[in-house]
C-alpha cells in the first residue's frame, strides 16, 4: 500500500462505542434555566431534553449509517491526512466532475437529498474536510483553506479528473474559490450558495446601497455582536473548548443544535441533525474541527489569520439565501471574484442543500450548464 491509494470506505461502527453514548445519554446531568428568555441565551433546556430523549428512544442510527453507505465512499492520504470522501460516478461517462465542499459543522451528509439528481449531470466528489467527522482529527496546525485547496487539486489527480467544476458552502466557498485561485485552468466554474466578502473601507463603497444591501450590512453587525460567539471560541481557545465536546454528546448536541437554529431558515428534521453529531461524536473530530477556527479568514477583523485575498479569476455564480450568515453584496464580492451569475432566493438558510434541495440542484445544474466552461 503506497500514501496514493484510494481505498473503500464503509461506514461500520463497533456496537461497544454505541453502547457508551447511550449510557452518557442516560445520566445526563441537567442545568438549571432562568424561565422567560426562548433562544436568547442560547438552546432553550426544554427542547434541547426533547432532542436528546428522541436521541435515547426514537433516533435510527442503523438507518442513517445505511444512508450513507448507500454512495461510494473512499479514504486516501492528502498531504499526510486520510481524507475521507464520496465519490458517485454519473451513468453519463462525460459528465462534468464537480467537486463540492462542506463548511462547519457539516460533513457530506449535508448533500445526500442532492446526489442522485445532481448525478445525472456530474461525476459527484465530496470530500469530508480534514479534522472533520470521517477524515478523523487533524494532528497539527496548518489546515488553512490553501492547505485544504492544494489536498482538493491532488485528489481530483487521483481520480483523473483534469479540468473540474467546484461547489462549496460556509467555509467551503472560501475553499472552492482557493482551489480556482491555484489552479484557474483546472476550474471550469465555481458555484457557491454565499461567498464570503466584506468592504474594505474603499470611497465610495456605500453609496448608493439598496434597502436589502443596507439591511444585509445591518445583520453583518448583529452577526458580529450575537453569533459571531462560535468563531470567537472555537478560535481562540480551541482546546479548552474540546474537552466538553469530546467528554459530553449533550453538550456537543447544545453546541450544533444552536447553529442550526440560527443559521438556517425553519425547522432542520432532527434526525439528520443528530446524524451530524453523531459523526462528529463517533469520530471524536469535534475538538479538531474547531482547531480550523483559527485559520478561518471570516471577516476583515481576523488578523490572527495569515492570508492575502488574490483576485479570482473562475467564472463564479452565487446562489444567495436569506436566512444564510454569509449574506454577501455582490459589489464587494465582484471586486476581487470574476461574477457571471447572481441568484436570489427566498427562502433557505447556510444549509442551502439540506434545507432547499431542489433549488441547490436546480441553481448548480443551469450554472454549469449556462456556457461558463468547455467540458
Not at 462525460?94 to 467537486?99: C, F, N, R, W
Not at 445525472?120 to 487533524?138: M, N
Request: glycine share 10%; with cysteine; charged share 25%.
Amino acid at each position: 500500500m503506497t500514501p496514493h491509494d484510494i481505498r473503500p470506505f464503509r461506514l461500520d461502527i463497533a456496537q461497544a462505542d454505541l453502547d457508551d453514548l447511550r449510557a452518557r445519554l442516560d445520566r445526563v446531568r441537567w442545568p438549571d434555566e432562568v424561565p422567560g428568555h426562548g433562544w436568547r441565551y442560547g438552546v432553550p433546556l426544554a427542547h434541547l431534553k426533547d432532542l436528546v430523549e428522541h436521541w435515547r428512544t426514537g433516533y435510527d442510527w442503523p438507518r442513517a449509517q445505511a444512508g450513507l453507505n448507500r454512495h461510494d465512499q473512499f479514504v486516501t492520504d492528502l498531504d499526510g491526512h486520510p481524507v475521507h470522501f464520496l465519490h458517485v460516478r454519473s451513468a453519463a461517462p462525460d459528465a462534468l466532475p464537480l467537486l463540492i465542499t462542506h463548511g462547519w459543522p457539516s460533513s457530506p451528509l449535508e448533500y445526500l437529498d442532492v446526489i442522485e439528481p445532481l448525478s445525472r449531470d456530474f461525476h459527484l466528489v465530496i470530500p469530508s474536510l480534514p479534522g472533520y467527522g470521517l477524515s478523523g482529527p487533524t494532528k497539527e496546525m496548518g489546515w488553512g483553506s490553501t492547505r485544504i485547496a492544494r489536498a482538493w487539486l491532488e485528489l481530483m489527480d487521483r481520480l483523473g479528473y483534469r479540468r473540474f467544476g467546484v461547489q462549496g458552502g460556509d467555509w467551503g466557498t472560501w475553499i472552492s474559490r482557493e482551489v480556482g485561485v491555484l489552479a484557474p485552468e483546472r476550474v471550469v466554474g465555481m458555484h457557491g450558495n454565499g461567498i464570503i466578502c466584506f468592504p474594505i473601507g474603499a470611497p465610495g463603497e456605500f453609496d448608493d446601497l439598496s434597502e436589502v444591501e443596507q439591511e444585509r450590512l445591518a445583520f453583518r453587525e448583529r452577526y458580529m455582536g450575537e453569533q459571531y460567539g462560535y468563531k470567537l471560541i472555537q478560535s481562540a481557545r480551541p482546546q479548552t473548548f474540546a474537552y466538553g465536546m469530546a467528554d459530553s454528546p449533550v453538550a456537543l448536541l447544545a453546541w450544533f443544535a444552536g447553529v442550526y437554529r440560527e443559521w438556517s431558515d425553519g425547522d432542520i428534521d432532527p434526525d439528520r441533525l443528530l446524524t451530524t453529531v453523531m459523526l462528529y461524536w463517533l469520530t471524536n473530530t469535534a475538538g479538531s474541527a474547531a482547531r480550523s477556527f483559527v485559520e478561518t479568514p471570516d471577516t476583515d477583523q481576523d488578523t490572527s489569520v495569515e492570508w492575502e485575498l488574490k483576485p479570482a479569476t473562475v467564472p463564479t455564480s452565487i446562489s444567495v439565501f436569506p436566512k444564510d450568515i454569509l449574506r454577501p453584496i455582490r459589489r464587494f464580492a465582484e471586486r476581487d471574484n470574476n461574477i457571471v451569475g447572481w441568484v436570489e432566493h427566498e427562502r433557505g438558510g447556510t444549509f442551502a442543500a439540506l434545507e432547499q434541495p431542489e433549488i441547490f440542484v436546480e441553481d448548480v445544474r443551469a450554472f454549469f450548464a449556462g456556457g461558463c466552461h468547455d467540458k
